[in-house]
């Protein structure tokens, strides 16, 4: 019986897919993920009431709203001392309006922080997401 050495024809249709180059990029991306995602990770700071960076200044076309605490857990809106019922009244009145103002959300530092939170559900309650909670400047 005699061999033959002659080579296969070459057009032939290669009939599996080379993985490597694939395995090889899933590889890169997972390293990249496992270095980048810690620096995304945000350590939340406790001692809020008290900042030593100076403050950015606002935009000219935002509106402000202030909502203050003081020491004895009483409410103001801007100047005006009111109830939390009537707080949640305005709330939901400003909710309605088209442009949405900024919320200032000020409150003593020796306060507990379960009237901050109380205030704050009222703002996610009514869709408002323009929050900020004012600290002082060290």
């Known amino acids: 019986m005699a061999r033959s050495f002659h080579k296969r024809e ?9 993985v490597t180059p ?6 890169a991306l997972l390293i990249i993920f496992m ?8 350590s939340i700071q406790v001692d809020l009431p008290i900042e ?6 606002p935009a000219r076309e935002a509106r402000f709203q202030t909502i203050t ?3 004895e857990g ?7 001392q009111v109830t939390i019922d009537e707080l949640e009244n305005r709330i939901k009145l400003l909710a309605q309006q088209n442009d949405l103002p900024v919320i200032h959300v000020r409150g003593d530092m020796t306060l507990q922080y379960q009237k901050i939170i109380e205030v704050m559900d009222l703002l996610k309650q009514n869709r408002l997401s323009k929050i900020s909670l004012d600290t002082r400047v060290k």
């Not at 995602?37 to 945000?42: A, K």
């Not at 009483?74 to 005006?80: A, I």
């Open 74 to 80: 009483v409410y103001y809106w801007s100047q005006e």
């Open 22 to 27: 694939m395995i090889d990029m899933s590889f």
């Open 10 to 18: 070459r057009l032939t249709a290669l009939s599996e897919i080379n």
């Open 35 to 42: 270095i980048t995602t810690p620096l995304l990770e945000q």
């Open 52 to 57: 030593t960076a100076t403050r950015t200044p």
């Open 69 to 71: 605490i003081n020491s």
